[in-house]
T-cell receptor
Framework: NAGVTQTPKFQVLKTGQSMTLQCAQD?????MYWYRQDPGMGLRLIYY???????DKGEVPNGYNVSRLNKREFSLRLESAAPSQTSVYFC???????????????FGDGTRLSIL | GENVEQHPSTLSVQEGDSAVIKCTYS??????FPWYKQELGKRPQLIID?????GEKKDQRIAVTLNKTAKHFSLHITETQPEDSAVYFC????????FGAGTILRVKS
């Protein structure tokens, strides 16, 4: 049981390049999330998908797009990467959306992304 | 909007001492308060959580207390060990989970 799997683990991009971060969960969870983690700022929500077929903006959505491909997969796309998007990106999932349950979020191992 | 303040940002304790990390929140509708531990280079992992209808919860050396009136909650680690060294994040949930900025805990042996 892998839980939440993210690919790739590391990536270096040049400014202006595009990139898609992949996330898949095998826990049959309904809700999935993308966070970025920067030093001293904790985890900030970029986008989330409360259920298959829905996506919503989080705290810091600018410069990103997402696709909930199916119940298992939730991808994050950077259309034109900028140095300010250098960060560690975490995908997470939970059984139900936050306002419907007390289920915790389960995180993947993260993607370390550097934009030069 | 929802906001969580976490203090202190860094905390150093001697092995065997206790450590306390405090968080305050602004959303009176928040009803779930998890704590995550993140070791260097690894994923955040849930260590304990508490619901709004409970004042305190313990799990071995870890405890969390909640004061809904004052809108603050705290993580207590007793008999700290070197393997407790990590970054700890509090979070609160109304419609979405909002994280504090984190506390770097160093346990000196």
């Amino acid at each position: 049981n892998a839980g939440v799997t993210q690919t790739p683990k590391f990536q270096v991009l040049k400014t202006g390049q595009s990139m898609t971060l992949q996330c898949a969960q095998d826990m049959n969870h309904n809700s999935m999330y993308w966070y970025r983690q920067d030093p001293g700022m904790g985890l900030r929500l970029i986008y989330y998908s409360a259920s298959e077929g829905t996506t919503d903006k989080g705290e810091v959505p600018n410069g990103y797009n997402v696709s909930r491909l199916n119940k298992r997969e939730f991808s994050l796309r950077l259309e034109s990467a900028a140095p300010s998007q250098t960060s560690v990106y975490f995908c997470a999932s939970s059984e139900y959306p936050g306002h419907l349950s007390y289920q915790p979020q389960h995180f993947g191992d993260g993607t370390r992304l550097s934009i030069l | 909007g929802e906001n969580v303040e976490q203090h202190p940002s860094t905390l150093s304790v001697q092995e065997g001492d206790s450590a306390v990390i405090k968080c305050t929140y602004s959303d009176s509708a928040s009803n779930y308060f998890p704590w995550y531990k993140q070791e260097l280079g690894k994923r955040p992992q849930l260590i304990i959580d508490i619901r709004s209808n409970v004042g305190e919860k313990k799990d071995q050396r870890i405890a969390v207390t909640l004061n809904k009136t004052a809108k603050h909650f705290s993580l207590h680690i007793t008999e700290t060990q070197p393997e407790d060294s990590a970054v700890y994040f509090c979070a609160e949930r109304g419609n979405k989970l909002v994280f504090g900025a984190g506390t770097i805990l160093r346990v000196k042996s």
